[in-house]
Each structure stands twice: as structure tokens, then as C-alpha cells.
T-cell receptor
């Protein structure tokens, strides 16, 4: 079945850029997502990218997709302490409706 | 305001008891989902429903049951057959736009 992998932990200093990486195995992935989860809360969709795109930028967030290597990354510019959270990568296939496969999440810690 | 609500926020259960977690949405979404999240792990799909009166098992359906009698509601029952039910449970809903909206979650603890 599909598999989505992320590193467990990332620590950065306030003001630096953060890069969270994700790899996936399903070559028929159509949509790839980044969700943010703050402690004790649900998931908030940050951004998503279609598989026919290489890059998407939205304010401080930049998503890069390397479809050949099945690698997705999320770059957060000027990281703030409020960005401390768990970030989940997820993928879905367009022809399978809205079924998402999630990675294990990357805990981002931002030090002041 | 439109959104997804889950109740209760915290739930405690004795071993051998069934408990039901509530999920309601007023977003007029057709599809609804239940996920389980264990510490340090991602989300695993328990059940999903793409239309009223129909639902399918996800990856870890054993020990759980659901119903979908109304479009707005998708309750999850954790039965006594679920051997390790302590976890954080998340409900989500979506349309055909491929974005899933999540509720705030229910933390279930078995005493």
C-alpha cells in the first residue's frame, strides 16, 4: 500500500528558515498536502499542491515537489515561535476520492 | 459559523464499556471520516462515509462501529472489542474538492 515518511523532529532558531521533508511511494498520487497540528487540537490545512506542479508559494510557505524522486518539502521562511507544532504530509489519489494517507508527522520546535 | 464539532473533548472509559464519540458538521459536506492518532504517530483511518446511509471500513476498523443516518452526523462507537482504545480521535469532512476539514478531536482514556 501507500507509504508516507517524515523525519520525527526539527529544531530551528526564531527568524531562520525551516525545511520539513516528506517522501512518498505512491506514484499515482495526485494531490499532496501539508497540515499543521497544534497541541491537543485538530489538523489545519496549510497548503496543497497538485502533482503536475513543481512549486507553490503562499506568503511564508513554499512547497517544492520532486515527482521523480517522490519528495515533497515545506519551507517556512522567518520561522516564528507560533510555528511550533507538528506538521503532517499527506497524499491522495484523484481517482480514489478524498482518501488521504498521512505521514507520521514532524515536530517543529522553534527556539527564541 | 460553519465547522466541525466533536464532543466530548475528554472521555474516560472503564474497561469493558462501549462509548460513543460525537461528530457534527454544518458545512454541507457529503464525506466524513474518523481517524485515530497515537502519540508520535500519524493518523490512521478507522471508518469513512461518502454519502448518507453508507460507510466503509478503513485500515483499523476492528473494535469500532459507525452510523451515518444524517448528513451532518457521523458518530463513532468504541466497543469493548477494541483492545487498546486510549488515543486521540479526529473526525473530518470533505466535499469533492479533496480538502479535508478536521474537528478539534476527542481524547479517550481507558481507566
Amino acid at each position: 500500500g501507500e507509504d508516507v515518511e517524515q523525519s520525527l523532529f526539527l529544531s530551528v532558531r526564531e527568524g531562520d528558515s525551516s525545511v520539513i521533508n516528506c517522501t512518498y511511494t505512491d506514484s499515482s498520487s495526485t494531490y499532496l498536502y501539508w497540515y499543521k497540528q497544534e497541541p491537543g487540537a485538530g489538523l489545519q490545512l496549510l497548503t496543497y499542491i497538485f502533482s503536475n506542479m513543481d512549486m507553490k508559494q503562499d506568503q511564508r510557505l513554499t512547497v517544492l515537489l520532486n515527482k521523480k524522486d517522490k519528495h515533497l518539502s515545506l519551507r517556512i521562511a522567518d520561522t516564528q515561535t507560533g510555528d511550533s507544532a507538528i506538521y503532517f504530509c499527506a497524499e491522495s489519489e484523484g481517482n480514489a476520492g478524498n482518501m488521504l494517507t498521512f505521514g507520521g508527522g514532524t515536530r517543529l520546535m522553534v527556539k527564541p | 459559523d460553519g465547522g466541525i464539532t466533536q464532543s466530548p473533548k475528554y472521555l474516560f472509559r472503564k474497561e469493558g464499556q462501549n462509548v460513543t464519540l460525537s461528530c457534527e458538521q454544518n458545512l454541507n459536506h457529503d464525506a466524513m471520516y474518523w481517524y485515530r492518532q497515537d502519540p508520535g504517530q500519524g493518523l490512521r483511518l478507522i471508518y469513512y462515509s461518502q454519502i448518507v446511509n453508507d460507510f466503509q471500513k478503513g485500515d483499523i476498523a476492528e473494535g469500532y462501529s459507525v452510523s451515518r443516518e444524517k448528513k451532518e452526523s457521523f458518530p463513532l462507537t468504541v466497543t469493548s472489542a477494541q483492545k487498546n482504545p486510549t488515543a486521540f480521535y479526529l473526525c473530518a469532512s470533505s466535499t469533492t474538492s479533496y480538502e479535508q476539514f478536521f474537528g478539534p478531536g476527542t481524547r479517550l482514556t481507558v481507566l
